[in-house]
Protein backbone atom coordinates (compact mmCIF):
# COMPACT_ATOMS: atom_id res chain seq x y z
CA UNK A 1 0.00 0.00 0.00
CA UNK A 2 2.35 2.06 0.73
CA UNK A 3 4.41 1.65 -2.52
CA UNK A 4 1.10 2.36 -4.43
CA UNK A 5 0.60 5.56 -2.36
CA UNK A 6 4.17 6.78 -3.40
CA UNK A 7 3.91 6.17 -6.72
CA UNK A 8 0.23 8.24 -6.74
CA UNK A 9 2.01 10.87 -5.04
CA UNK A 10 4.86 10.77 -7.48
CA UNK A 11 2.74 10.81 -10.32
CA UNK A 12 1.18 13.95 -8.98
CA UNK A 13 3.86 15.87 -8.29
CA UNK A 14 4.99 15.22 -12.13
CA UNK A 15 1.65 16.24 -13.47
CA UNK A 16 2.13 19.70 -11.59
CA UNK A 17 5.41 20.04 -12.65
CA UNK A 18 4.50 19.83 -16.77
CA UNK A 19 1.48 22.03 -16.02
CA UNK A 20 3.82 24.73 -14.11
CA UNK A 21 6.39 24.44 -17.02
CA UNK A 22 3.67 25.49 -20.18
CA UNK A 23 3.55 29.09 -21.84
CA UNK A 24 1.47 30.75 -20.16
CA UNK A 25 1.02 32.65 -23.67
CA UNK A 26 -0.15 29.88 -25.69
CA UNK A 27 -2.80 28.94 -22.84
CA UNK A 28 -4.48 31.82 -22.26
CA UNK A 29 -7.73 32.90 -23.81
CA UNK A 30 -7.77 35.09 -26.31
CA UNK A 31 -9.17 38.82 -25.74
CA UNK A 32 -12.92 39.07 -26.55
CA UNK A 33 -13.46 42.03 -28.69
CA UNK A 34 -15.48 44.87 -28.07
CA UNK A 35 -18.58 44.46 -30.66
CA UNK A 36 -20.56 47.56 -31.99
CA UNK A 37 -23.13 49.05 -29.93
CA UNK A 38 -24.93 51.95 -31.73
CA UNK A 39 -28.68 52.20 -30.55
CA UNK A 40 -31.26 54.81 -32.86
CA UNK A 41 -34.27 55.61 -30.59
CA UNK A 42 -36.63 57.36 -33.03
CA UNK A 43 -39.36 60.10 -31.78
CA UNK A 44 -43.08 58.13 -32.63
CA UNK A 45 -44.30 61.84 -32.89
CA UNK A 46 -41.64 62.82 -35.32
CA UNK A 47 -41.56 59.45 -37.24
CA UNK A 48 -42.51 60.56 -40.60
CA UNK A 49 -42.52 63.24 -42.71
CA UNK A 50 -45.74 65.81 -42.47
CA UNK A 51 -46.81 66.41 -46.08
CA UNK A 52 -49.34 68.91 -44.57
CA UNK A 53 -45.90 71.20 -43.72
CA UNK A 54 -43.45 69.47 -46.41
CA UNK A 55 -41.36 72.37 -45.62
CA UNK A 56 -40.64 71.97 -41.97
CA UNK A 57 -40.88 68.74 -41.96
CA UNK A 58 -38.75 66.48 -39.97
CA UNK A 59 -37.81 63.00 -38.11
CA UNK A 60 -36.53 63.22 -34.51
CA UNK A 61 -34.25 60.49 -32.77
CA UNK A 62 -31.93 59.79 -30.17
CA UNK A 63 -28.83 57.53 -30.42
CA UNK A 64 -26.93 55.63 -27.86
CA UNK A 65 -23.43 53.90 -27.85
CA UNK A 66 -21.76 52.12 -24.79
CA UNK A 67 -18.11 51.71 -27.22
CA UNK A 68 -15.29 52.77 -26.62
CA UNK A 69 -13.49 52.07 -29.50
CA UNK A 70 -15.51 53.40 -32.64
CA UNK A 71 -13.75 55.16 -35.13
CA UNK A 72 -17.55 56.52 -37.15
CA UNK A 73 -21.67 55.97 -37.01
CA UNK A 74 -22.50 57.15 -40.47
CA UNK A 75 -26.16 56.92 -41.44
CA UNK A 76 -27.02 56.49 -45.18
CA UNK A 77 -30.57 56.62 -46.59
CA UNK A 78 -31.84 55.22 -49.75
CA UNK A 79 -35.07 57.17 -51.57
CA UNK A 80 -37.46 55.75 -52.96
CA UNK A 81 -40.00 57.86 -54.47
CA UNK A 82 -44.38 56.79 -54.69
CA UNK A 83 -43.50 56.93 -58.59
CA UNK A 84 -40.03 56.09 -59.64
CA UNK A 85 -36.81 53.62 -58.52
CA UNK A 86 -35.05 53.89 -55.78
CA UNK A 87 -32.04 56.05 -54.79
CA UNK A 88 -27.97 54.68 -54.30
CA UNK A 89 -27.62 55.16 -50.41
CA UNK A 90 -26.59 58.50 -49.72
CA UNK A 91 -24.92 59.71 -46.90
CA UNK A 92 -26.71 62.16 -44.33
CA UNK A 93 -25.33 61.78 -40.65
CA UNK A 94 -21.77 60.86 -39.25
CA UNK A 95 -20.78 60.51 -35.02
CA UNK A 96 -18.01 59.94 -34.08
CA UNK A 97 -16.20 58.36 -30.79
CA UNK A 98 -15.22 61.97 -29.62
CA UNK A 99 -19.05 62.61 -29.92
CA UNK A 100 -20.28 59.70 -27.98
CA UNK A 101 -17.59 60.55 -25.33
CA UNK A 102 -19.11 64.29 -24.54
CA UNK A 103 -22.52 63.03 -24.56
CA UNK A 104 -22.17 60.50 -22.43
CA UNK A 105 -23.02 57.75 -24.59
CA UNK A 106 -25.99 59.13 -25.54
CA UNK A 107 -26.72 62.00 -28.72
CA UNK A 108 -30.04 63.33 -27.78
CA UNK A 109 -32.31 65.07 -29.84
CA UNK A 110 -31.04 64.92 -33.57
CA UNK A 111 -33.04 65.96 -36.67
CA UNK A 112 -33.32 64.84 -40.29
CA UNK A 113 -34.96 67.55 -42.16
CA UNK A 114 -36.83 67.37 -45.24
CA UNK A 115 -34.69 70.16 -46.57
CA UNK A 116 -31.15 67.72 -45.38
CA UNK A 117 -32.77 64.92 -47.37
CA UNK A 118 -33.94 66.68 -50.77
CA UNK A 119 -30.90 68.81 -50.73
CA UNK A 120 -28.31 65.71 -50.76
CA UNK A 121 -30.99 64.42 -53.32
CA UNK A 122 -30.31 67.15 -55.41
CA UNK A 123 -33.81 67.87 -55.31
CA UNK A 124 -36.59 70.38 -53.83
CA UNK A 125 -38.85 69.54 -50.78
CA UNK A 126 -41.64 70.45 -53.63
CA UNK A 127 -41.32 67.37 -55.37
CA UNK A 128 -41.57 65.21 -52.47
CA UNK A 129 -45.12 63.23 -52.73
CA UNK A 130 -47.32 61.54 -50.15
CA UNK A 131 -46.25 57.72 -50.06
CA UNK A 132 -42.18 58.65 -50.93
CA UNK A 133 -40.37 56.05 -48.31
CA UNK A 134 -37.00 56.77 -46.75
CA UNK A 135 -34.81 53.55 -45.38
CA UNK A 136 -32.00 54.97 -43.19
CA UNK A 137 -28.72 52.42 -43.03
CA UNK A 138 -26.43 52.28 -39.81
CA UNK A 139 -23.25 52.12 -41.43
CA UNK A 140 -20.54 51.47 -37.74
CA UNK A 141 -16.59 51.41 -38.27
CA UNK A 142 -15.22 50.23 -35.33
CA UNK A 143 -11.37 51.85 -34.43
CA UNK A 144 -9.65 49.06 -35.69
CA UNK A 145 -11.56 49.05 -38.86
CA UNK A 146 -14.14 46.30 -38.60
CA UNK A 147 -17.62 47.22 -39.99
CA UNK A 148 -20.99 46.59 -38.80
CA UNK A 149 -22.82 45.07 -41.06
CA UNK A 150 -20.71 44.12 -43.40
CA UNK A 151 -19.67 46.31 -46.25
CA UNK A 152 -19.71 43.70 -48.86
CA UNK A 153 -23.43 43.35 -48.18
CA UNK A 154 -25.44 45.47 -51.00
CA UNK A 155 -27.73 47.87 -48.26
CA UNK A 156 -26.00 46.84 -45.04
CA UNK A 157 -28.50 44.85 -44.47
CA UNK A 158 -26.47 41.12 -43.69
CA UNK A 159 -28.26 40.71 -40.25
CA UNK A 160 -31.39 38.15 -39.30
CA UNK A 161 -34.65 40.12 -39.98
CA UNK A 162 -36.09 39.35 -36.94
CA UNK A 163 -33.04 41.42 -35.21
CA UNK A 164 -33.77 44.44 -37.61
CA UNK A 165 -35.27 47.42 -37.10
CA UNK A 166 -33.68 46.67 -33.44
CA UNK A 167 -36.28 47.03 -30.47
CA UNK A 168 -35.81 49.35 -28.28
CA UNK A 169 -33.62 47.21 -25.93
CA UNK A 170 -31.98 46.18 -28.86
CA UNK A 171 -27.55 46.91 -28.98
CA UNK A 172 -27.55 47.90 -32.82
CA UNK A 173 -30.03 49.63 -34.59
CA UNK A 174 -29.72 48.47 -38.36
CA UNK A 175 -32.31 50.90 -40.01
CA UNK A 176 -35.29 52.96 -39.59
CA UNK A 177 -37.98 53.61 -41.81
CA UNK A 178 -40.13 56.77 -42.46
CA UNK A 179 -42.72 57.70 -44.94
CA UNK A 180 -44.29 61.10 -46.49
CA UNK A 181 -47.43 61.02 -44.55
CA UNK A 182 -50.83 62.78 -44.00
CA UNK A 183 -51.59 63.92 -40.44
CA UNK A 184 -55.42 62.24 -38.56
CA UNK A 185 -57.93 64.29 -37.36
CA UNK A 186 -59.42 61.24 -35.77
CA UNK A 187 -57.67 57.91 -33.75
CA UNK A 188 -57.81 54.81 -36.12
CA UNK A 189 -57.25 52.36 -32.91
CA UNK A 190 -59.52 50.87 -30.48
CA UNK A 191 -61.65 48.01 -31.52
CA UNK A 192 -62.99 47.01 -34.69
CA UNK A 193 -64.93 44.31 -36.09
CA UNK A 194 -63.04 42.60 -38.87
CA UNK A 195 -64.90 41.41 -42.05
CA UNK A 196 -63.44 40.14 -45.48
CA UNK A 197 -65.86 41.32 -48.04
CA UNK A 198 -64.89 40.55 -51.29
CA UNK A 199 -61.93 37.83 -52.52
CA UNK A 200 -60.70 34.35 -52.43
CA UNK A 201 -62.60 31.87 -50.45
CA UNK A 202 -60.29 29.66 -47.89
CA UNK A 203 -58.75 27.27 -49.78
CA UNK A 204 -57.66 24.44 -47.19
CA UNK A 205 -60.50 24.04 -44.79
CA UNK A 206 -63.58 24.99 -46.58
CA UNK A 207 -64.38 28.05 -44.96
CA UNK A 208 -66.12 31.27 -46.87
CA UNK A 209 -63.48 33.46 -46.02
CA UNK A 210 -59.59 33.28 -45.54
CA UNK A 211 -59.81 36.19 -42.53
CA UNK A 212 -62.20 35.01 -40.09
CA UNK A 213 -64.59 37.26 -38.95
CA UNK A 214 -64.03 38.91 -35.53
CA UNK A 215 -63.15 42.01 -33.24
CA UNK A 216 -59.76 42.85 -33.61
CA UNK A 217 -57.56 45.75 -31.29
CA UNK A 218 -56.50 48.55 -34.13
CA UNK A 219 -52.81 49.64 -32.15
CA UNK A 220 -50.68 52.68 -33.50
CA UNK A 221 -47.17 51.58 -34.57
CA UNK A 222 -46.46 55.27 -35.37
CA UNK A 223 -48.55 58.23 -36.13
CA UNK A 224 -50.04 57.11 -38.80
CA UNK A 225 -49.36 53.43 -39.12
CA UNK A 226 -51.51 50.67 -37.53
CA UNK A 227 -51.26 47.11 -36.89
CA UNK A 228 -53.78 44.51 -35.69
CA UNK A 229 -53.86 40.69 -34.88
CA UNK A 230 -56.74 38.88 -36.85
CA UNK A 231 -57.13 34.79 -38.07
CA UNK A 232 -55.76 33.81 -40.92
CA UNK A 233 -56.94 30.08 -42.72
CA UNK A 234 -57.99 29.33 -39.39
CA UNK A 235 -54.31 30.06 -37.94
CA UNK A 236 -54.82 32.78 -35.33
CA UNK A 237 -52.28 35.90 -34.35
CA UNK A 238 -51.70 36.43 -37.84
CA UNK A 239 -49.64 40.15 -37.54
CA UNK A 240 -51.57 42.71 -39.85
CA UNK A 241 -50.26 46.15 -40.65
CA UNK A 242 -50.80 49.10 -42.60
CA UNK A 243 -50.33 52.98 -43.00
CA UNK A 244 -52.95 55.46 -43.54
CA UNK A 245 -51.55 57.45 -46.79
CA UNK A 246 -53.03 60.89 -47.34
CA UNK A 247 -56.35 59.42 -48.21
CA UNK A 248 -54.81 55.63 -49.47
CA UNK A 249 -54.67 52.51 -47.30
CA UNK A 250 -50.85 51.29 -47.86
CA UNK A 251 -50.00 47.93 -46.90
CA UNK A 252 -46.30 46.64 -47.12
CA UNK A 253 -45.29 43.24 -48.17
CA UNK A 254 -46.69 40.77 -45.40
CA UNK A 255 -45.82 37.26 -44.72
CA UNK A 256 -48.56 35.42 -43.10
CA UNK A 257 -46.06 33.10 -41.90
CA UNK A 258 -47.38 30.06 -43.59
CA UNK A 259 -45.86 28.16 -46.21
CA UNK A 260 -45.92 24.83 -48.12
CA UNK A 261 -42.29 24.47 -48.00
CA UNK A 262 -41.81 26.93 -50.62
CA UNK A 263 -42.16 30.63 -50.26
CA UNK A 264 -44.97 31.88 -47.26
CA UNK A 265 -48.46 33.22 -48.44
CA UNK A 266 -47.79 37.27 -48.35
CA UNK A 267 -49.93 40.22 -49.17
CA UNK A 268 -49.72 43.33 -50.10
CA UNK A 269 -51.77 46.89 -51.38
CA UNK A 270 -53.46 46.20 -54.27
CA UNK A 271 -52.30 48.96 -57.03
CA UNK A 272 -55.89 49.48 -58.20
CA UNK A 273 -57.40 49.97 -55.12
CA UNK A 274 -60.38 52.89 -54.95
CA UNK A 275 -61.07 53.11 -51.24
CA UNK A 276 -60.29 56.95 -49.66
CA UNK A 277 -60.43 57.12 -45.96
CA UNK A 278 -61.55 60.11 -44.28
CA UNK A 279 -58.67 61.26 -42.01
CA UNK A 280 -60.90 62.61 -39.36
CA UNK A 281 -63.95 59.79 -39.74
CA UNK A 282 -62.42 56.56 -38.08
CA UNK A 283 -65.34 54.76 -37.76
CA UNK A 284 -64.51 52.26 -41.02
CA UNK A 285 -61.62 51.37 -42.91
CA UNK A 286 -61.86 49.76 -46.12
CA UNK A 287 -58.59 47.32 -47.07
CA UNK A 288 -57.85 46.40 -50.69
CA UNK A 289 -54.99 43.69 -51.16
CA UNK A 290 -53.59 41.08 -53.29
CA UNK A 291 -53.21 37.62 -51.61
CA UNK A 292 -50.92 35.36 -52.65
CA UNK A 293 -48.41 37.54 -54.12
CA UNK A 294 -45.39 35.38 -54.19
CA UNK A 295 -47.11 32.48 -55.10
CA UNK A 296 -47.36 29.85 -52.42
CA UNK A 297 -48.44 26.23 -52.17
CA UNK A 298 -50.10 26.01 -55.98
CA UNK A 299 -52.64 28.82 -55.43
CA UNK A 300 -53.94 31.61 -57.71
CA UNK A 301 -51.76 34.63 -57.41
CA UNK A 302 -52.54 38.16 -56.63
CA UNK A 303 -56.15 37.50 -55.62
CA UNK A 304 -57.61 40.48 -54.90
CA UNK A 305 -59.22 40.66 -51.33
CA UNK A 306 -60.94 43.55 -49.22
CA UNK A 307 -60.96 43.69 -45.48
CA UNK A 308 -63.45 45.70 -43.79
CA UNK A 309 -63.08 47.13 -39.74
CA UNK A 310 -66.05 48.65 -38.57
CA UNK A 311 -65.18 50.35 -35.39
CA UNK A 312 -67.45 49.36 -32.29
Known amino acids: MKKITNYILSLTALSVALFSCRNEEEVRFPDFKEAANVRIQVDPDFSYFDFS ?10 VFSENSNLDEVNIYFVYTPAVGTA ?17 KGAIRN ?29 YTTMADGTVY ?5 PGFVNIDPGFDPAAGTASFTTRFNAIVGCPLQAAFTGTYALEQIAGPSDPFFGFEDRWTA ?22 DSRAFGFTLLCGAVSVPKTSSGLSCGGPSIAWVS ?3 ATFQYDPADDSEIIIEILDNVDPACGLPQNEPLTL ?5
Open 53 to 62: DIANARLKYD
Open 87 to 103: SDPILIKTYTQADFNAA
Open 110 to 138: EEITSADVTSALGITVDDLAGGDQFVFLN
Open 149 to 153: PDESV
Open 214 to 235: ANVTLTATNPIARRFLGTYLTF
Open 270 to 272: DPD
Open 308 to 312: RLTKQ
